[in-house]
Nanobody, 124 residues
């Protein structure tokens, strides 16, 4: 049984920052790409960012590029998402996911395990 647990969500004003964390229940993701997705009420799931197994390759969704930074610390089984210059349209539930391969992409089908999500609310 593998569990991914997100933390760090909350409420912030526009222009502020939050840092999300995702921890895995056991050490099995060193060789897997990982990613973040988000879903706002009434909207489809949206790709946010992905990172390769060693952190050497990162990919971002167009709406967050230049504002969000994905990183990982394999020694801690942890994935992070630094979110800066937040906008009200960033309001959503953010979920982390573990990929099937060393490099994961933008499709949900690239991922095997999912966390429950953490709420991020940005007020104007």
């Amino acid at each position: 049984q593998v569990t991914l647990t997100e933390s760090g969500g909350g409420s912030v004003q526009a222009g502020g920052s939050l840092r999300l964390s995702c921890t895995a229940s056991r050490r099995m993701f060193w060789n897997n790409g990982m990613g973040w997705f988000r879903q706002a009420p009434g909207k489809e799931s949206e790709f946010v960012a992905a990172i390769s197994w060693n952190g050497g390759t990162t990919t971002y969704g167009d709406s967050v590029k230049g504002r969000f930074t994905i990183s990982r610390d394999n020694s801690k089984n942890a994935l992070y998402l630094q979110m800066d210059s937040l906008k009200p349209e960033d309001t959503a539930v953010y979920s982390c996911a573990a990929g099937r391969r060393a490099v994961s992409g933008r499709d949900r089908g690239d991922y095997t395990y999912w966390g429950q999500g953490t709420q991020v609310t940005v007020s104007s």
